[in-house]
């Protein structure tokens, strides 16, 4: 048993949740993937438990995302993501051509890091940001790596997954 293995065992049991081979698999597979969708998460976890279903990686990831185990981004236009660097208050950079995600860190330090002029009586506690832009690769003009990327995104299935 690893480390991480450790690590994330702790944090389902400090979460309320069962320890299952499914929810360690998913956690170590944000590991090497973040801001993985569903499918890259199904796709990793099948490589060590074989007969997991893709339905029961969005069931896990529900119940990890519910219990504040992982984060849930949804870049306009682009299938749900998932990743576990978590209460940091970081940002998304995103490309407009290839859909690829990056880390920002957060522009100010602490949430929320924008002060809305007009709060509307609200106790605002974040701010989402999404910053977009081209990546290397595609502002470096590399087609081969856009056209890989949008038949990956053409064959995302429509799955809508309750938070
Ligand atoms: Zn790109
Ligand atoms: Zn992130």
């Given at each position: 048993m690893t480390e991480i293995d450790d690590a994330d065992r702790s944090a389902l049991k400090a979460a309320g949740l069962r320890v299952t081979e499914q929810r360690l698999a998913v956690l170590r597979a944000l590991d090497g993937s973040p801001h993985a969708s569903s499918d890259?998460?199904?796709a990793r976890v099948v490589e060590?438990?074989?007969?997991?279903?893709l339905q029961a990686v969005y069931v896990v990831l529900a119940a990890l995302?519910?219990?504040g185990l992982v984060r849930r981004?949804?870049?306009?236009?682009?299938?749900?993501?998932y990743e576990k660097r978590?209460?940091?208050?970081?940002?998304?950079?995103?490309?407009?051509?290839?859909?690829?995600v990056s880390d920002v860190d957060c522009v100010v330090g602490h949430a929320p890091c924008l002060t809305p002029s007009n709060d509307a009586g609200y106790v605002v506690q974040t701010a989402e940001v999404t910053f977009w832009g081209l990546c290397p690769r595609c502002a470096a003009g590399d087609d081969e790596a856009v056209d890989?990327?949008?038949d990956a995104l053409a064959d995302e299935?429509?799955?809508v997954v309750a938070r």
């Open positions: 890259e998460v199904h060590v438990l074989p007969r997991t279903a995302t519910g219990a981004i949804e870049p306009a236009g682009s299938p749900a993501r978590l209460g940091d208050n970081h940002h998304h950079v995103v490309c407009t051509v290839c859909g690829s890989e990327t949008a299935p429509e799955v």
